[in-house]
Each structure stands twice: as C-alpha cells, then as structure tokens.
C-alpha cells in the first residue's frame, strides 16, 4: 500500500516553462512534506519542504502548494531549466518522526 | 546539513559474496539511517543504526542478510551479506533533523 504516489513517472518540459510535479498521499497523520532532487549517480538532496499547517512556500525558483483536503501537493519549478532535470522525490512525514515515507519519483526532463 | 561520506561509492560483486559500506559523517548525529533504491523504485527504509545498540529493521529486512554497525556518533556500515542480482541496487546512508533527512552520495552496487 502505497502511502504517497507520484502517479507521473515522467514529465518533460520546454527550458523556460513551468514544471509541475504532482503527488498525492493517503496517510492523514502526514504534517510534514517534503521534495528531494536525485541526480544519476548522486544521493538524493533536499529541496524544499512545507509544513500542513501552511499551503504554500516558496524558495526562489522552486514553490510547493498543499491542499490538505485532496491530500495532494505540487511542486512547481518556474522557470524550469535543464540543471533541473533529475528525478523528484516526495515524501510524507508524520509529527514527531525522523522518518519519511517516499514517492517512487518522477523523472523531469527540461528540453534546451 | 551535515557532510556524509560513503564508500565505495560503486562496486561490482560477485554472487554469493559480502560487502560492507560505510558511513561518515562530518558531526555527530543522533539518527542515521539506511535506505535502499531499486531500479526504478522508491526509497525504501532497510534500518535505523543506532548508536551502541542494535539497528531498528523496518518489514522485510533482518539482521542476517543487513548487519548493520553503529559504534558512534558519526559512523555506521552497512553489510549486504550473501549477495544474490536482487540485491542490485543503490544503498543510501542518511541522517535525520527533525523535520529532514540527508543523504550520502549513495553505494552503487551491482551483482553478477
């Protein structure tokens, strides 16, 4: 039983064009989430997190949107550049645990 | 966030065989943790190291096939212990925050 599912294994983008990677969860003790970034043949990276208590952050490029009551949130890359072709990672975390709970990815291809 | 290092960061491994990874990291952290990723899968908790105690194996992982090592507050190996092609995979050291994980540039291992 898959808790969080990012239902896209691909996406493919024009360089300058927003990108929007999609997840949904199941697990409503979810109250953290969390994207990751992997490169081929690099660790996973952090990328931007929100808490449920909020529905959007932001960090430059890169802002996250929750809808709590859909159990599902977006990434959105704006503008998308080929240094952001990688796989994206989702990941629910319930309160008090270290312990996320990964999508199975999406991989983004932004085209020059 | 914390510096992890693992080696050997790939290794080719003949059937039937063991390899040990380890892990370092750059501070001394409470929580580490090992994960795995398959082909094309998520990543997928194998055990939480803890420090002078035995590792904490999530469903499907034993001891005997993933000893796992904790002897301090910045290092831990990771053993794959009788390794069979199905065990072809990445294996990711990680330590957590409260609200986010970290990883190490990951062991990519493959058994011939």
């Known amino acids: 039983d898959q808790q969080v599912k990012q239902n896209s294994p691909s996406l493919s983008v024009q360089e300058g064009r927003i990108s929007i990677l999609n997840c949904d969860y199941t697990?409503?003790?979810?109250?953290?989430f969390l994207w990751y970034k992997k490169y081929p043949a690099e660790g996973p990276t952090f990328l931007i997190s929100?808490?449920?208590?909020?529905d959007k952050n932001e960090d430059g490029r890169f802002t996250v949107f929750l809808n709590k009551s859909a159990k599902h949130l977006s990434l959105h890359i704006v503008p998308s550049q080929p240094g952001d072709s990688a796989v994206y990672f989702c990941?629910?975390?319930?309160?008090?645990?270290?312990?996320?709970?990964f999508g199975r990815g999406t991989s983004l291809i932004v085209h020059p | 966030s914390a510096v992890i290092s693992q080696k050997p960061s790939r290794d080719i491994c003949q059937r039937g065989t063991s390899l040990t990874i380890q892990c370092q990291v750059d501070?001394?952290?409470?929580?580490m943790f090992w994960y795995r990723q398959q082909p094309g899968q998520s990543l997928t908790l194998i055990a939480t190291?803890?420090?002078?105690?035995?590792?904490?194996?999530e469903s499907g992982f034993v001891i005997d096939k993933f000893p796992i090592s904790r002897p301090n507050l910045t290092f831990s190996t990771l053993t794959v212990s009788n390794m069979s092609p199905e065990d072809s995979s990445i294996y990711l050291c990680?330590?957590?925050?409260?609200?986010?994980?970290?990883f190490g540039e990951g062991s990519w291992l493959t058994v011939v």
């Open positions: 990941a629910g975390q319930e309160g008090g645990s270290y312990i996320p709970t």
């Open positions: 929100i808490s449920s208590i909020k």
């Open positions: 990680s330590v957590g925050t409260l609200n986010t994980i970290y």
């Open positions: 501070s001394q952290v409470t929580m």
């Open positions: 190291a803890n420090q002078g105690s035995e590792a904490t194996y």
């Open positions: 697990n409503s003790m979810f109250d953290y």
